[in-house]
T-cell receptor, first 118, second 107 residues
Framework: EVQLVESGGGLVQPGGSLRLSCAASGFTFNSYSMHWVRQAPGKGLEWVSFISSSSNTIYYADSVKGRFTISRDNAKNSLYLQMNSLRDEDTAVYYCARTFGGGYFDLWGRGTLVTVSS | EIVLTQSPATLSLSPGERATLSCRAS??????LAWYQQKAGQAPRLLIY???NRATGIPARFSGSGSGTDFTLTISSLEPEDFAVYYC?????????FGQGTKLEIK
């Protein structure tokens, strides 16, 4: 089955760190670029970060630049998001998503909830 | 950053009616626009890409149109399972951006 499964979410205090993982299966992971997209409770979708298939190209949203780091391990079919200096406004469901058609998202995980609160 | 503005914020219709959702970009994105459907507690689902192409498995009642800055998603005859939140998204520039969403609710 073609799927993405996120993990690593949880409750963290402001200023803390968390590492999210996304396990891919059922497709050739190393052929696809990948993204993280988040959704704050009751709010819309916000693109967070992009990594190319070979990790040569990486982009971040301004809201996370300098605090978050995207990476991947193609041997393990896994995508990661290292989140440091977390803020209240980082509270959201974090989805990993596969790139389609040059910049859309055709396969999504179910998401993992990150709650930043003291 | 390209800002996408969706209208209306909420659309109240009955099953069988036609739904028309709008997405306006702050600058041209050519035809590089997609539409997603999101139901409560679920991940978004890609419906339309490059403004007018249906994604795999999407029913023919969903259609998209537009180019440049003005785009439309049309659902020709609403089914009960179509009531959800719809987002547009552009891939014309970095950062990728989404509209704020249109909630399609049952009247």
């Amino acid at each position: 089955e073609v799927q993405l499964v996120e993990s690593g979410g949880g409750l963290v205090q402001p200023g803390g760190s968390l590492r999210l993982s996304c396990a891919a299966s059922g497709f050739t992971f190393n052929s696809y670029s990948m993204h993280w997209v988040r959704q704050a409770p009751g709010k819309g979708l916000e693109w967070v970060s992009f990594i190319s298939s070979s990790s040569n190209t990486i982009y971040y949203a301004d809201s996370v630049k300098g605090r978050f780091t995207i990476s991947r391990d193609n041997a393990k079919n896994s995508l990661y998001l290292q989140m440091n200096s977390l803020r209240d406004e980082d509270t959201a469901v974090y989805y990993c998503a596969r790139t389609f058609g040059g910049g859309y998202f055709d396969l999504w995980g179910r998401g993992t909830l990150v709650t930043v609160s003291s | 950053e390209i800002v996408l503005t969706q209208s209306p914020a909420t659309l109240s219709l009955s099953p069988g009616e036609r739904a028309t959702l709008s997405c306006r970009a702050s600058q041209s994105v050519s035809s590089y626009l997609a539409w997603y459907q999101q139901k409560a507690g679920q991940a978004p689902r890609l419906l339309i890409y490059d403004a007018s192409n249906r994604a795999t498995g999407i029913p023919a009642r969903f259609s998209g149109s537009g180019s440049g800055t003005d785009f439309t998603l049309t659902i020709s005859s609403l089914e009960p399972e179509d009531f959800a939140v719809y987002y547009c998204q552009q891939r014309g520039n970095w950062p990728r951006t989404f509209g704020q969403g249109t909630k399609l609710e049952i009247k």
